[in-house]
T-cell receptor, first 114, second 110 residues
Framework: NAGVTQTPKFQVLKTGQSMTLQCAQD?????MSWYRQDPGMGLRLIHY???????DQGEVPNGYNVSRSTTEDFPLRLLSAAPSQTSVYFC?????????????FGEGSRLTVL | GQSLEQPSEVTAVEGAIVQINCTYQ??????LSWYQQHDGGAPTFLSY????GLEETGRFSSFLSRSDSYGYLLLQELQMKDSASYFC???????????FGKGTKLSVIP
């Protein structure tokens, strides 16, 4: 059971480049979400999805796009990377479709934008 | 919106007991969660309290007082491996957004 898998684990981008952070879960979870973590800021919600075909914005959505075409996958797209997007990104999923229960996190993707 | 306050750092001695407090403000309350994160690692779920009182899971216990908008995580018989950051979190009212506190960095010293 792999749980939540994120790729890549590390990435360096130049300002203006685009990229996609991949997230896949094999637990048949309905709820999936993306967080970014910056020093001293805790975890901040970027986007989330309560099921295939449904996405919504979190606290800090600007500069990011998401889609949810399958239950398993929830990719995060940076359309034009900026240095302010340098961060550690975590994907998380939940069994019961609501974040009141246990969130399962991936190991994180560490992104540096130069 | 939601906001949570927790101390930024706590230091405790191996074998001792430490309490990490969390106060929250939210327009609708569904429960308080706690997560642990070791340096360089992913957050992992510790506990969830929806009702007032103390819930115990091994060396860790979590307490909630809804009337005081307050909770705490209690770690007993501290071990060096408990050195980590601990986050409290609350869901938003009527939404699926989980808001985290900024975290408390616990250092366990010999």
């Amino acid at each position: 059971n792999a749980g939540v898998t994120q790729t890549p684990k590390f990435q360096v981008l130049k300002t203006g480049q685009s990229m996609t952070l991949q997230c896949a879960q094999d637990m048949n979870h309905e709820y999936m979400s993306w967080y970014r973590q910056d020093p001293g800021m805790g975890l901040r919600l970027i986007h989330y999805s309560v099921g295939a075909g449904i996405t919504d914005q979190g606290e800090v959505p600007n500069g990011y796009n998401v889609s949810r075409s399958t239950t398993e996958d929830f990719p995060l797209r940076l359309l034009s990377a900026a240095p302010s997007q340098t961060s550690v990104y975590f994907c998380a999923s939940s069994y019961d479709g609501q974040p009141t229960g246990e969130l399962f996190f991936g190991e994180g993707s560490r992104l540096t934008v130069l | 919106g939601q906001s949570l306050e927790q101390p930024s750092e706590v230091t405790a001695v191996e074998g001792a007991i430490v309490q990490i407090n969390c106060t929250y403000q939210t327009s609708g309350f569904y429960g308080l969660s706690w997560y642990q994160q070791h340096d360089g690692g992913a957050p992992t779920f510790l506990s969830y309290n929806a009702l007032d009182g103390l819930e115990e899971t091994g060396r860790f216990s979590s307490f909630l007082s809804r009337s005081d908008s307050y909770g705490y995580l209690l770690l007993q018989e501290l071990q060096m491996k408990d050195s980590a950051s601990y986050f409290c979190a609350v869901p938003g009212a009527g939404s699926y957004q989980l808001t985290f506190g900024k975290g408390t960095k616990l250092s366990v010293i010999p």
